[in-house]
């Protein structure tokens, strides 16, 4: 079976720039996450959709982090603009529904903004 | 507030040997599930293992363990006979009632020869 992909692997940008980053979940699962991860501050959540629908907003990323998910096996997540502090390991990962099951990650991204 | 802390940030053992790696949690729920996942120097991050708060049997998979102390919050997650390959960072997790998931700041393994 197909893990968590995402797409690009890397990924370097201006500042100001707008980028996408892609997420295809296992097939089947019904939750998604999307996490920031940085030595300083670790693993910080930035969306969780259970279903397609939005659950948890990151308060701190709302105003230039978008993730969506149009369909229940492809979710974005859209930074606009783009910052210098922005670099970081952008991770999707997804589960069953149910707080019994585990999450799956991704390789995740690497963001680099210039 | 839901909340997961490990103390420890890095850990130097000697291959073959035990390690305990500490974690304790804050929670509110009669019913949640702690995890522990590892990430290795690729960044890729895998599920070890899993406990379950209303199960008294501490769980084992392969050579990991887990030192379940409900009253206590805490979850420790044991290795045995470590060996070069498990160096990595080590997260411990909380997944809630809601489904919301925790987790620790990591923990840093570095085994050696």
């Known amino acids: 079976d197909a893990g968590v992909t995402q797409t690009p692997r890397h990924e370097v940008a201006e500042k100001g720039q707008t980028i996408i980053l892609k997420c295809e979940p296992v097939s089947g699962h019904n939750d998604l996450f999307w996490y920031r991860q940085t030595k300083i501050q670790g693993l910080e959540l930035l969306s969780y959709f259970r279903s397609k629908s939005l659950m948890e907003d990151g308060g701190a990323f709302k105003d230039r982090f978008k993730a969506e998910m149009l369909n229940s096996s492809f979710s974005t997540l859209k930074i606009q603009p783009t910052e210098p502090k922005d670099s970081a390991v952008y991770l999707c990962a997804s589960s069953f529904g149910g707080a019994q099951n585990t999450l799956y990650f991704g390789a995740g991204t690497r963001l680099s903004v210039l | 507030a839901q909340k997961v802390t490990q103390t420890q940030t890095s850990i130097s053992v000697v291959e073959k040997t035990t390690v305990t790696m500490d974690c304790v949690y804050e929670?509110?729920?009669?019913?949640?599930?702690l995890f522990w996942y590892k990430q290795t120097a690729s960044g890729e991050i895998v599920f070890l293992i899993r406990?379950?708060?209303?199960?008294?049997e501490n769980a084992t998979v392969g050579h990991y363990s887990l030192n379940f102390q409900k009253p206590k919050s805490s979850i420790g997650l044991i290795i045995t006979a470590t060996q070069i390959e498990d160096s990595a960072v080590y997260f411990c997790a909380m997944r809630d009632s809601n489904n919301r998931i925790f987790f620790g700041d990591g923990t840093q393994l570095v085994v050696k020869p």
């Open positions: 406990q379950d708060s209303y199960k008294k």
């Open positions: 929670t509110r729920d009669s019913s949640y599930f």
